[in-house]
């Protein structure tokens, strides 16, 4: 098979996808963020926080569209303990809807106990 030839005036090699790069710290930071906070939807979503929410955009789309987070820590009280062990594996199944995790970082973050999870503080 012959080469690709290269268009003159290119002398510069064809650019690759650098696979060995690192992400920096801010970036990891921004990952476990949206990962936390994508798994904070999902317990709301198991849990149907939805319901009882003043939101209207939340009712009518049957789903926690507002602040997730306090949401959560709002409604978790009220919640029993053998239902939150329920809903764990709701949520690593990928709750109601069965979404998978956007990125590997979402599914480790999924796999943690609840009170762990409510600890993490986003900056």
Known sequence: MPKRRRKAGDDK???KGNF???????QGKKQMDDAHYATHRLY???FD???GCKLRMCKRHRRCI???TICLTRGLPQVSMARQGLA???V???GPRRLPPAIHVE???RETDLAQLLTWRFL
């Open 92 to 94: 690593i199944a990928g």
């Open 66 to 68: 507002g602040e997730a």
């Open 88 to 90: 764990k594996k709701q």
């Open 13 to 15: 090699p064809a650019k």
């Open 107 to 109: 599914r480790t973050v």
């Open 44 to 46: 709301c979503d198991v």
């Open 20 to 26: 060995l790069k690192r992400r920096t710290f801010e």
């Open 49 to 51: 926080f939805w319901r």
